[in-house]
């Protein structure tokens, strides 16, 4: 996949965890290369079963998914994987020092990658303050320092592993303003040039996606951008309403 350009599309996909209890109907959505989407929608609405069926890590009913034209049931399973970073809302890291956690996507990553990778995803700030730097052992998966610098190390990774697709699960609850300031920093960067998709929580941080989809019971029902979707006054009307009026959404 030298040539990968990060075109993503779904066409007529259907998908079921159950049979007989479809999740996903009829999903489509084209997503050009290097192109920020976003997939709002409240709890329930498939946005993280779309993600899960793009990873393969299920695989659909009906229809296909493609990259770059090419149906992802046609390229190896590690492959397609290797194309994508991930960043979740509930960091992965393991019990290892912050070089081994930034590294693991990329083992061979000489001195020189790790540090700007660091740089870039502002991780060389948390380092700086450790006694050990990046030989600072995180224990029980990353306990010992604070949620936000996680998910900052969550980023590192990301960026070192060099992905030509990004999937961002991007809340920052219960994450300070300076420290959601730094994280906020960071996606943009990584984000830059990249094939982006992310699944949002806090509507504020998405108002700058090319294109906002509105999904509603595996269906889209609305996308545009945030000023086009706040003036349809529609679904995304409804929920920005909501949020912003501090009840959950």
């Known amino acids: ?62 229809g296909r998914i493609t990259l770059d034209g090419v149906d992802i049931r046609d390229i190896a399973l590690s492959d397609l994987r290797d194309l994508v970073g991930i960043v979740l809302q509930d960091t992965v890291l393991f019990t290892d020092t912050i070089r081994g956690n930034m590294c693991y996507a990329k083992p061979d990553a000489t001195q020189e990658d790790l540090e700007r990778a660091a740089a870039f995803s502002n991780v060389d700030q948390i380092a700086a303050a450790l006694p050990e730097g990046y030989e600072t052992l995180l224990t029980d998966a990353g306990d010992n320092i604070s949620q936000g610098q996680r998910q900052l190390i969550a980023i590192g990774r990301a960026f070192l592993s060099h992905p030509y697709i990004l999937i961002l699960d991007e809340a920052t609850s219960n994450i300070d303003t300076r420290t959601e300031k730094h994280i906020q920093e960071a996606m943009y960067r990584l984000m830059e040039g990249r094939t982006s998709l992310i699944i949002a929580h806090r509507l504020s941080t998405i108002q700058d996606a090319d294109t906002i989809v509105v999904m509603d019971q595996g269906h889209i029902v609305e996308s545009g951008t945030h000023e086009e979707l706040l003036a349809k006054k529609g679904t995304y009307f409804d929920l920005y309403q909501t949020q912003f009026a501090g009840q959950e959404i």
């Open 1 to 62: 996949m030298d040539t990968t350009k990060g075109v993503i599309e779904f066409e007529h996909v259907s998908f079921s965890y159950v049979p007989g209890k479809q999740i996903i109907h009829d999903f489509n959505l084209k997503v050009e290369a290097g192109k920020k989407i976003a997939l709002v929608g409240s709890t329930g609405s498939g946005k993280t079963t779309i993600i899960n069926l793009l990873m393969r890590f299920y695989d659909i009913d009906s």
